[in-house]
């Protein structure tokens, strides 16, 4: 099962709302994950299930979709969201090749 | 504190071999199915390996299978990649993650370490 993400890269401002997109290439009903990684640092948990949000994760962050289309969302971009967003499967574990969310 | 440490990166030849070792606490490691990520500089991730809590089942990407090897001891919190005839693509940030697991069912990688580095080169 492939993952594409769009976009590849964003350019934003505080406060913006930001939507990523991931689509597998086949059905996998809600097993997707999303993930935040910063610089040096490892993968940091977001959101399960596609849309269950990881204990102590900011409420600004949610997910939508099932099937083969999914969307990560954050409501009010922060200074500290500035990172590279993965999907995950988890049917055959892999991971989309991430959204590089920096500063407009 | 729920805590991964990876170790055992480092430099090596073409061809060569290398152990990591993920230790495990704050958890009760056996209770976990766990997995090996890696990360090439300046690329995205890539699984690696899964093995289930009792080392019942395991799974290997395409990409290393008949050349690494996971095996985990419970009874020492340890997880374990046995890494052969390594190549220039192996070279990577090495992580260990432990699977979120609900009702069951594997749903994300909800703990993860610091990562090792490899570094495959002559």
């Known amino acids: 099962i492939q993952l594409t993400q769009s976009p590849s890269s964003l350019s934003a401002s505080v406060g913006d709302r930001v939507t990523i997109t991931c689509r597998a290439s086949q059905g996998i009903s809600s097993y997707l994950a999303w993930y935040q990684q910063k610089p040096g640092k490892a993968p940091k948990l977001l959101i399960y299930a596609a849309s269950t949000l990881q204990s102590g994760v900011p409420s600004r962050f949610s997910g939508s979709g099932s099937g083969t289309d999914f969307t990560l969302t954050i409501s009010s971009l922060q200074p500290e969201d500035f990172a590279t967003y993965y999907c995950q499967q988890l049917n055959s574990y892999t991971f989309g090749p991430g959204t590089k969310v920096d500063i407009k | 504190e729920v805590q991964l440490v990876e170790s055992g990166g480092g430099l090596v030849q073409p061809g060569g071999s290398l152990r990591l070792s993920c230790a495990a606490s704050g958890f009760t490691f056996s209770s976990y199915s766990m997995n090996w990520v890696r990360q090439a500089p300046g690329k995205g991730l890539e699984w690696v390996s899964y093995?289930?809590?009792?080392?019942?089942?395991?799974y290997y990407a395409d990409s290393v299978k008949g050349r690494f090897t996971i095996s985990r001891d419970n009874a020492k919190n340890s997880l374990y990649l046995q890494m052969n005839s390594l190549r220039d693509e192996d070279t990577a940030v090495y992580y260990c993650?432990?699977?979120?697991?609900?009702?069951?069912?594997?749903?994300?990688?909800?703990?993860w370490g610091q990562g090792t580095m490899v570094t495959v080169s002559s």
């Open positions: 993650a432990r699977d979120k697991v609900v009702r069951g069912v594997i749903f994300a990688f909800d703990i």
């Open positions: 093995i289930s809590s009792s080392s019942s089942t395991i």
